[in-house]
Structure formats: C-alpha cells, structure tokens
C-alpha cells in the first residue's frame, strides 16, 4: 500500500512565529497536503504537525496525551528556536513521531515526506490485514504494531521477534509476509526449529540431490530453495545448536547453498524473520548462541508484550474470538462479572490460553445475550480466596497514592489523575465505545463526552 496523495492532516502551534507556520502550511498544501489548523489536537485522528519554539513540560504533557489517545504528533521547531538535545529525547520518549529543527524552506520537504510515511501506515493499519487479525487497543500494543507495519511494508530487513509463548510471533512473522510490497513475491516458508533433527539439518533446510544417503529416493527442495523470492520464517530460532547455527549463518551471509550430495552452489533471494520465546542476546552472552549470527538476524528486533502487560486488550481479543465462533448481529459482550474475571485473571499462556478459554465459553453457550456466569467452566470459577484477593482498593492502591504524596501531590490532584486513569482504562478495553464506557464508569455519556472534548483524558 503505497502513498495516496493529496489527503489533510493537522497542526497545532506552541508559541512559535506564524509567519512561518504560515509559508510552511502553504508550502505543504502545494505538495498534495492541506494543513488545518487544530484548537485541540485531542479531537482529531492520524498524524499531524506540532510548530513550537520553546521547551517546556506543558508542551511534553500535550504530546503525552496525544500519543496516548493513538493521536501522533511531528514536533517541528522553528528556524528562531535553540532547542537542546536533551529535550529531543525528552519529546521522543513521550510520544513525537520525531522532532525536526526547522529551517525554511527546506524543511517542507522532510515535513511533507514524514506525513506521507505516517499516512500510508495508518492506512496499512486499518486494513483488513492488520487490523482484522492483530487485534488490540492498548498503546503498548498499537504502538508496536505501527513499527512493524512500517518495516514490513517499507523494507526488506531481516526481522527478529521475541515473545513468550502464545503472544502471537507466528501471526506476527505471517503479517509481515502479507505486508511485503515486493512484486512477484512468493510464499512464506515455516521451519520450525525445534523439530529439525541434526542429522537431517542438511536436507531439511537446503535439501539433497537423489541418493545423497540412503533412503534419499528422489531429490528435495530444502527451506532455502522453497523460500527464493519469498519469505523464510525460522520459529523458535534459538533452539537451534551451534553446527546448525554455522550452516545458517553461512546461507545467510551469502544467499547460497549447496544441497546434501550436490557440487552446485544455488543462490537464493529471500525475506528473513525469525522469532524465539528465548533471550538471545542474554544467550550471546552466555555463548549459547553465535554473535555473529545474532546481529545477522537482529536487523529490527520486536517484543511482543505478555498479556499481563496488555491488560486493556483482552476485552476486545476475547469479543474477537468469540465472534469467530458465533454469530452475532452486533459485537458480542460478556456478563459484567464475566468481564470483570477475564480481565482479573492470569494467563500463563497468553493471548493463546485466552481464545482456548472464549471458545470453551462459546462452545456452552446458548440463545441470544451475552456470555454469562454459567458459560464459564466450572474449573475456572474463581475461588473465594481469590476472590478476596481481588478486593479494591489493594496494596498496590495504596502505594501509588503514598508515590503520589510524597512527590508533592494534593488530594484534588490525586482524585483527578484517579479519574483520568480509570476514564482511560475503561475507554481502551471497550475499543472507544464511550456508551459501554460511561455505563461501566457510572456516569452519563455526556459527562464522559464533556471530559474527552475539555482534554482531560
């Protein structure tokens, strides 16, 4: 999915020179994008433009809430500005897409190129492609997931993805086969790493001529033949022992192979990604796995989050995985206690134990409604200790209010950011739906549409 030119984003200014705002804006607008000048950022979806002049910690705050609500920001400081490094990182880390320093009227060029690249990933990411199989809202989540657009649709690095197991590295490795722009591509070709027995390393990965060895009957295509003008997926790449890591490297390094029993040296042309639940670069260390090999595969690494660092997620994970088995005329929902449990609870196989739990929970349900209480098996019914061990406000409550006054802050401070978390939280888990949110919260739609539109969350 390639650029679509002309389209309209926005801007929003920060004590800068509207001279320049203006010529930059007018610039733009010759090049295919219309600039409209935004009161609150907040309102608006995409990419957009910030103009400012000064550093301070509003501003860092304004970028913060943008990035949270998926709303991104290019800081563009102006050509009168004396903006320090450290402030760079500082705007970076809080969400800008990047930070350019401004001189007029060469800079419209790396605008206008930046808006582009972020446009054409937003479209990859509402397609069905992505959209439709990685699901997930949380910021963690959606913010991983634009890099990966952005690589696999824009280059051809070698791609590296770390995760425990059942976070998704197979779906993952699948995406960025299907979001290769490469013309004529070919297909994606699976090993997985864990089941190749050393002795038939050879033949599985480059394959053998007719009777290189016994039982060699007829010749094979190997991995590395299969994938040419493809993508090659190596699962569970750290399982691999060290003769198999050198045969590897060798193949990748030079893009040819030998087959078991053959002379000829067959070139090869291929995508690699591989995944691994294992930490490479502590197994490098250890002198578990080759150096060499590891900066060969690690051209751009990706760590899928555990789902109990994606809580806000499994919500709508577990609608989408029921909807797959059952048919609803609108979203399916859950019973409040149902939802409140899935999101209390743990999952030491990740997104994978979830959908095997909904299923188990589609499979017994019966007529119309939401999933209730009585869907859940009775082996997953909480335990009244556990119970109890859910009751709020917790430990951990209490210790973010002890942080919070200690660094300083009053109790109408307190109440607020109390407030804002919760507004957020709930909003994130129910995919934007602020009638489901408000209903969650106690509060009326109104009331949470008054907030969002006063930019405090």
Same mark, same amino acid.
């Given at each position: 999915m390639q650029e679509s030119l002309p389209f309209t984003s926005?801007?929003?200014?920060?004590?800068?020179?509207?001279?320049?705002?203006?010529?930059?804006?007018?610039?733009?607008?010759?090049?295919?994008?219309?600039?409209?000048?935004?009161?609150?950022?907040?309102?608006?979806?995409?990419?957009?433009?910030?103009?400012?002049?000064?550093?301070?910690?509003?501003?860092?705050?304004?970028v913060e809430r943008l990035a949270y609500a998926q709303v991104f920001a290019?800081?563009?400081?102006?050509?009168?500005?004396?903006?320090?490094?450290?402030?760079?990182?500082?705007?970076?880390?809080?969400?800008a897409t990047d930070v350019l320093t401004a001189s007029a009227p060469q800079s419209t060029g790396q605008i206008a190129a930046r808006l582009e690249r972020r446009y054409a990933v937003e479209q990859c990411m509402q397609s069905d492609a992505v959209a439709g199989t990685l699901v997930g809202?949380? *910021?963690?989540? %959606?913010?991983? $997931?634009?890099?990966? #657009?952005?690589?696999?649709?824009?280059t051809m690095s070698p791609v590296l993805i770390l995760g425990e197991t059942g976070?998704?590295?197979?779906?993952l490795s699948r995406l960025i086969h299907e979001l290769d722009a490469r013309n004529g591509k070919r297909d994606l070709v699976t090993v997985d790493c864990t089941t190749i027995v050393p002795e038939l390393s050879g033949s599985e990965l480059f394959g053998h001529e007719k009777g290189a060895y016994t039982?060699?009957?007829?010749?094979?295509?190997?991995?590395?033949?299969?994938?040419?003008?493809?993508?090659?997926?190596?699962?569970?790449v750290?399982?691999?022992? *060290?003769?198999? %890591?050198?045969? $590897?490297?060798?193949? #990748?390094?030079?893009?040819?192979?030998?087959?078991?029993?053959?002379?000829?040296?067959?070139?090869?042309?291929?995508?690699?990604?591989?995944?691994?639940?294992?930490?490479?670069?502590?197994?490098?260390?250890?002198?578990?796995?080759r150096s060499d090999l590891y900066f060969r595969l690690a051209s751009?690494?990706?760590?899928?989050?555990?789902?109990?660092?994606?809580?806000?997620?499994?919500?709508?994970?577990?609608?989408?995985?029921?909807?797959?088995?059952?048919?609803?005329?609108?979203?399916?929902?859950?019973?409040?206690a149902v939802a409140e449990y899935l999101e209390s609870r743990d999952y030491p196989g990740n997104v994978r134990e979830l959908r095997q739990l909904v299923l188990q929970m589609g499979q017994r349900h019966v007529g119309p409604g939401p999933i209730t209480a009585g869907d859940l098996p009775a082996e997953e019914w909480p335990r009244l200790s556990e119970a109890?061990?859910?009751?709020?406000?917790?430990?951990?409550?209490?210790?973010a209010i002890r942080r919070g006054l200690s660094s300083g802050a009053e109790l109408r401070q307190i109440n607020q950011a109390a407030a804002d978390t919760a507004i957020r939280i709930t909003v994130q888990s129910e995919e934007g739906n602020l009638q489901r949110a408000a209903k969650r919260l106690g509060i009326t739609d109104r009331a949470l549409q008054l907030r969002r539109a006063s930019g405090q969350w």
């Amino acid at each position: 999915m390639q650029e679509s030119l002309p389209f309209t984003s926005w801007y929003w200014t920060y004590e800068c020179d509207s001279s320049f705002v203006q010529e930059s804006t007018e610039s733009l607008r010759n090049r295919g994008i219309d600039l409209i000048s935004a009161a609150n950022p907040l309102e608006r979806k995409g990419s957009g433009v910030i103009f400012f002049s000064k550093c301070s910690d509003q501003l860092l705050e304004e970028v913060e809430r943008l990035a949270y609500a998926q709303v991104f920001a290019l800081c563009v400081a102006t050509p009168d500005s004396a903006i320090p490094s450290s402030f760079v990182w500082q705007l970076l880390q809080a969400g800008a897409t990047d930070v350019l320093t401004a001189s007029a009227p060469q800079s419209t060029g790396q605008i206008a190129a930046r808006l582009e690249r972020r446009y054409a990933v937003e479209q990859c990411m509402q397609s069905d492609a992505v959209a439709g199989t990685l699901v997930g809202v949380s *910021p963690a989540w %959606q913010r991983m $997931l634009r890099q990966v #657009v952005e690589v696999a649709h824009f280059t051809m690095s070698p791609v590296l993805i770390l995760g425990e197991t059942g976070t998704g590295k197979e779906l993952l490795s699948r995406l960025i086969h299907e979001l290769d722009a490469r013309n004529g591509k070919r297909d994606l070709v699976t090993v997985d790493c864990t089941t190749i027995v050393p002795e038939l390393s050879g033949s599985e990965l480059f394959g053998h001529e007719k009777g290189a060895y016994t039982g060699a009957i007829n010749s094979r295509d190997g991995a590395f033949s299969l994938a040419h003008n493809g993508t090659l997926f190596l699962d569970e790449v750290g399982e691999l022992t *060290p003769p198999l %890591q050198a045969q $590897l490297l060798r193949a #990748v390094q030079e893009k040819t192979y030998k087959r078991v029993g053959g002379n000829a040296w067959n070139k090869t042309e291929f995508r690699l990604v591989c995944a691994t639940n294992r930490d490479l670069a502590a197994d490098v260390t250890k002198g578990l796995f080759r150096s060499d090999l590891y900066f060969r595969l690690a051209s751009c690494v990706f760590r899928l989050p555990p789902l109990k660092e994606r809580r806000a997620d499994i919500l709508p994970l577990a609608r989408h995985f029921l909807g797959s088995v059952l048919d609803y005329d609108s979203e399916p929902q859950f019973d409040p206690a149902v939802a409140e449990y899935l999101e209390s609870r743990d999952y030491p196989g990740n997104v994978r134990e979830l959908r095997q739990l909904v299923l188990q929970m589609g499979q017994r349900h019966v007529g119309p409604g939401p999933i209730t209480a009585g869907d859940l098996p009775a082996e997953e019914w909480p335990r009244l200790s556990e119970a109890a061990a859910r009751r709020w406000p917790d430990a951990a409550f209490e210790e973010a209010i002890r942080r919070g006054l200690s660094s300083g802050a009053e109790l109408r401070q307190i109440n607020q950011a109390a407030a804002d978390t919760a507004i957020r939280i709930t909003v994130q888990s129910e995919e934007g739906n602020l009638q489901r949110a408000a209903k969650r919260l106690g509060i009326t739609d109104r009331a949470l549409q008054l907030r969002r539109a006063s930019g405090q969350w």
